[in-house]
Each structure stands twice: as structure tokens, then as C-alpha cells.
């Protein structure tokens, strides 16, 4: 017997049914480049032309070789070196693999490799030599850039076949088809790291919320993330063992950074004291997240808000945290920021401001500090709603900073699961007295139209915003995810 025991009796820090080490998670994207000719053109032209096919394959290859660990096992111009390609593919376990013909080839060549690695997306890049088509242009030239034949019967192929693709189109040292392809590998990253996920969760979703609900098998075969649920007890067995030397630290720092409104020192030290605990929880059972329902669950037990906890274990950046039990709107935190490398706001939809076409966006009490414009912006206050703890509670109030930002969540359906992506502007404002977390968007289309619109579609009333436009990279990761894209 293994004398191990498991997390829900063990007091120790190593347990049969989590992991003792999260999966590693390499900081660069590994690529196989497919460098496709065919074998009958060498005896058919001058010696020189497999050498220059040669060298404009390598050439995609150190362009690659910026961005990744690429897996190039050279000029691909027959069967036999096909099938060393695929295997050398196989073994290196990889993100994607891009597909480029140098001269026109047969399917047969191409797909000899491609079969070894039938889980990796394909990306078929069209290249050419050049920009233009000029006078002098013979038929070594022509077939010099007749690799768009090679991707346009491979690409048929695979339609015929139901096998997905995707495709970038330039020549060959132009920028704009590598950052289409770093769009795509960043996305098919994001969709390992789902896989790898680990998320605790205290409590449940908070009744009546029905569009939150969620099966958490689906969300394992779907979306990718493993969920644990947790009892209370075992974030209040830590969190009677916070010291107050511990939340006192806590309470001073942030009283140095940020201002403070109808709040007392005893209403901080409890919000400290449950902020403390959740992290430690997390670290404890190597949580990647933690989900959890603050009202009526941990507020009435431990007399605070969670939500001062959840705001800064999200500014640290380690541990995304999200409340109400919403797994779905979690998931998406991971991916909206891995995407878009900004920390992320938990909200819910807020009224709107007709005339200059604005929506309200108003938070949780769940967002890193970081999104506000400075620390100046950011007030400890009385949190605005009372879920049976003691005092006044404490919560962060601040205004999302502007700049471009990205909406999104995600809804299972009765179809199947689909994705919100939406795109709006955060404005520069100032923070409104509300005691919370919040933002105002300004919408691409008339905000009446946008929010009839954007509930025919069918979305939560929860919504992640990140800043910056990942609106291409989550179109990307609803169809890796094999999910509807509702773009609004």
C-alpha cells in the first residue's frame, strides 16, 4: 500500500487524488514545418532549381524559429522522407504543424506525414517567392511559386475528408502570415492549458441562476478543465489558523496603497483573514483556479466578503478566481487572459447610457487592481451588498482604464456549448460612487441594437472583459474547442 490518502482526510500536503506537481507548461509553442517538393521535378529542370526550392524552405523555417522550437526535418520529396518527417512529428509532441509546398506535390507525399500526427491542427501556408509576376517569368519560376496548387488540392482533400485546417496566404518574408500563425499557435496553447487545468470550488452556484449550472463532465470533455468541489470546512480549518500578525501585515499594506471610505480596521482584518485563507487553500491543493459562492457560504461563516481575497489573488496573477459558481465564466478567465496576457474582469451586464452609446459593466468585487488606471483610482469601501457577515464588509471601488477591450463568456445550450466574443472600448471616466468594481464600454453599433442582440444570441448574465482585441483569437478557439462562435 501506498499510504497515500486523500485531500478531503489528509493534514498533509501530498495526496492520492491531486497532483503533486501541476503539468509543466512550455514557454514556447513547439511547430513542425511540413516542407513539402516533389521528387519528379529535380530531373526535369536545372540542377540549381531544387537548391533554390531548397533555400526558400528554409527560409520559412528560420522565420519560424523566431517564435518557436520548430521541428524541421528538412526538404519533404518523397514518400520515404514523408513518413521519417511524420515520425520525427510524433515524437516531438507538437502544437502545430504548418504545411508549405515549395513546388506543386501530391497529396499522397504530404498526407504520408500529415497521418502521424491526426490530433495536431494543420495550418496550410500558401507562399510565393515574391510580390509580382513579371515579364521574364519562365516555367522554373512558375513552378517555383506553384506551392498554391499543393495547398489547394490538400485543402480539398481534407474537406473531402471532414478533417479541419485553417490557411495563411503571402509570400515568403512578409510579417503578416507568421502573425497569423502566431495567432494560431498561441490559441492552440491556450487549448492544452485548458486541459490542464485544475479548479476548486467552494460552495455552489448561487440558486436561481440557472444559465451558470453546469455539468462539470461537459465541461472535462468539452472545454477541458478538471473540477474538485470542496467542502467549507476545508477553507475554515485554514482559515482559523491565520495569525493576526498575518492579516494585520495585509491590512497595512493595502491602507498604504489605496484610500479608504466607511470602512473600520476590524471590517479589513476580516476581509484580510478570508483573503489569506482562500490563497493558501489554493496553494495547498495546487488549485490552477478557485471558484466559489460568497453569499450565504463563506460570508455567513467567516463573517466577510470573499471578494477583497479574489481581487487580489487575480492582481498576483497566479490563480484565477471567479464567485457565484460560475465554472464557464472561469474557463474563459484563463483563456481571455492567456490570450490577451491582461488580467480580467468578472462582471455583469449594467444599464446603459443612450446618448453616448455606453453600457455599464458592473463587477463582483472580482478584478485585479491592475485594470484600474493607477492605485490612486482605487478606494477600500463597504461592500454593497450584506450576505450575513458582520460590519460593513470591505470591497474594492474602482473604473476599469480605457482602451480597447474584449467581451466575452460562455453558455451551453441546448445545441451544444457556444462562446460570446464582442468587441466595445472602455471609456475614460470617473469612478462612480457605487462601492464597486465597474466599467463603461462604449459599443461598435447603437447599444439597443447591441443588447437585443446580444440576448437573442443567449449569453450569461455574467461577462469576462480583458483589455486589448482578441476578438480573431477567440473566433480561433471556439473552432479548435469545437464550439459556436456567437460574434456580437
Known amino acids: ?19 503533486s506537481q501541476p503539468p509543466a507548461t512550455r514557454e514556447r509553442p513547439t511547430v513542425g514545418l511540413l516542407a513539402c ?16 526550392v531548397t533555400r526558400d524552405l528554409e527560409r520559412v523555417a528560420e522565420h519560424l524559429r523566431r517564435d518557436y522550437e520548430v521541428v524541421f526535418p528538412g526538404l519533404i520529396d518523397t514518400l520515404d522522407s514523408a513518413d521519417a518527417s511524420g515520425r520525427a512529428f510524433s515524437a516531438a509532441g507538437l502544437d502545430l504543424l504548418v504545411v508549405v509546398a515549395g513546388t506543386y506535390v501530391p497529396d499522397y507525399i504530404s498526407l504520408q506525414a500529415i497521418d502521424h500526427v491526426p490530433h495536431v491542427p494543420v495550418i496550410m501556408f500558401t507562399t510565393q517567392v515574391g510580390h ?10 512558375i513552378m517555383r511559386n506553384s506551392g498554391v496548387i499543393g495547398t489547394a ?28 500563425i502566431r495567432k494560431h499557435a498561441r490559441v492552440r496553447s491556450v487549448v492544452k492549458r485548458l486541459r490542464q487545468l485544475t479548479v476548486g470550488v467552494i460552495g455552489h452556484v448561487f ?24 467542502e467549507l470546512s476545508h477553507l475554515t480549518e485554514i482559515w482559523r489558523k491565520v495569525t493576526d500578525d498575518d492579516a494585520n501585515a495585509l491590512a497595512d499594506g493595502l491602507l498604504t496603497r489605496f484610500h479608504a471610505r466607511r470602512i473600520l480596521r476590524d471590517d479589513l482584518l476580516r476581509s484580510c483573514r478570508v483573503a489569506i485563507a482562500m490563497e493558501r487553500l489554493a496553494e495547498r491543493l495546487r488549485f490552477s483556479s478557485l471558484c466559489f459562492l460568497g453569499q450565504y457560504v463563506i460570508e455567513k461563516e467567516m463573517g466577510a466578503p470573499a471578494r477583497l481575497g479574489a481581487s487580489l489573488m487575480l492582481e498576483k496573477g497566479k490563480i484565477m478566481v471567479a464567485s457565484e459558481g460560475d465554472l464557464a465564466g472561469l474557463t474563459m478567465m484563463h483563456a481571455m487572459h492567456w490570450l490577451s496576457g491582461g488580467s480580467p474582469l468578472q462582471a455583469e451586464w449594467g444599464h446603459c447610457d443612450i446618448a453616448r452609446n455606453l453600457m455599464m ?10 485594470i484600474a ?18 460590519g460593513s464588509g470591505v470591497n474594492l471601488e474602482f473604473i476599469m482604464k480605457e482602451g480597447p477591450v474584449t467581451m466575452g463568456h460562455l453558455l451551453d445550450a441546448a445545441d451544444g456549448w457556444q462562446m460570446l466574443i464582442s468587441g466595445a472600448a472602455a471609456i475614460s471616466s470617473p469612478c462612480l460612487p457605487c462601492d464597486e468594481i465597474h466599467a463603461l464600454v462604449e459599443l461598435e453599433r447603437p447599444v439597443q441594437e447591441y443588447v437585443a442582440e446580444m440576448q437573442r444570441a443567449g449569453v450569461p448574465h455574467h461577462v469576462i472583459v480583458v483589455h486589448g482585441d482578441i476578438r480573431e ?14 460574434v456580437v
Open 1 to 19: 500500500m501506498s499510504g497515500a490518502l486523500s485531500f478531503e482526510v489528509s493534514d498533509g500536503t501530498h495526496f492520492g487524488d491531486i497532483l
Open 37 to 52: 517538393a516533389y521528387f519528379e521535378y529535380w530531373r526535369m529542370f536545372r540542377p540549381e532549381f531544387k537548391q533554390d
Open 132 to 141: 509580382a509576376i513579371h515579364s521574364s517569368d519562365g516555367y522554373e519560376v
Open 153 to 180: 488540392q490538400l485543402s480539398a482533400s481534407f474537406q473531402k475528408m471532414g478533417r479541419p485546417y485553417d490557411i495563411v496566404v503571402g509570400a515568403i518574408d512578409d510579417c503578416q502570415p507568421y502573425a497569423e
Open 207 to 230: 440558486r436561481g441562476m440557472y444559465d451558470l449550472e453546469n455539468d462539470k463532465t461537459r465541461i472535462r470533455s468539452c472545454l477541458g478543465p478538471n473540477i474538485i468541489y470542496t
Open 361 to 370: 459593466l458592473v463587477g463582483h468585487g472580482v478584478a485585479s487592481p491592475e
Open 373 to 390: 488606471e493607477s492605485d490612486a483610482g482605487v478606494t477600500l469601501t463597504a461592500a454593497p451588498e450584506a450576505w450575513g457577515f458582520a
Open 473 to 486: 483569437e477567440l473566433k480561433l478557439l471556439a473552432c479548435q474547442l469545437a464550439i459556436k462562435a456567437c
